[in-house]
Nanobody, 122 residues
Framework: QVQLVESGGGLVQAGGSLRLSCAAS????????MGWFRQAPGKEREFVAC????????YAADSEKARFTISRDNAESTVYLQMNSLKPEDTAEYYC???????????????WGQGTQVTVSS
């Protein structure tokens, strides 16, 4: 069992930056690849980025590759999502999740956090 708690969301103006954190507890954090997903109001949850167990490999959705960076600190059992040049369309609830491999499919993730809200004003 892994418990995940996101933080770092908030209200930011367009063009600004936020860094989301996801702290894990329970089983060994480094045993899991980690992903970030988001869900905007009225829309389905979508993949944002993922990172391998060691942190040596990352993958991000095309629309976010140039602006978002995922990283992890296994010693701190935390995964991060650095978001730059934020746009109003980035407004969503952001979730972190744990899986055996870095992948884009929600069904492959075993554990989920409760989410943190990001609101980008124009």
């Amino acid at each position: 069992q892994v418990q995940l708690v996101e933080s770092g969301g908030g209200l930011v103006q367009a063009g600004g930056s936020l860094r989301l954190s996801c702290a894990a507890s329970g089983r060994t954090f480094s045993s899991y690849a980690m992903g970030w997903f988001r869900q905007a109001p009225g829309k389905e949850r979508e993949f944002v980025a993922c990172i391998s167990r060691s942190g040596g490999s990352t993958y991000a959705a095309d629309s976010e590759k140039a602006r978002f960076t995922i990283s992890r600190d296994n010693a701190e059992s935390t995964v991060y999502l650095q978001m730059n040049s934020l746009k109003p369309e980035d407004t969503a609830e952001y979730y972190c999740a744990a899986s055996s491999t870095c992948n884009i499919y929600q069904t492959k993730y075993y554990y989920w956090g409760q989410g943190t809200q990001v609101t980008v004003s124009s």
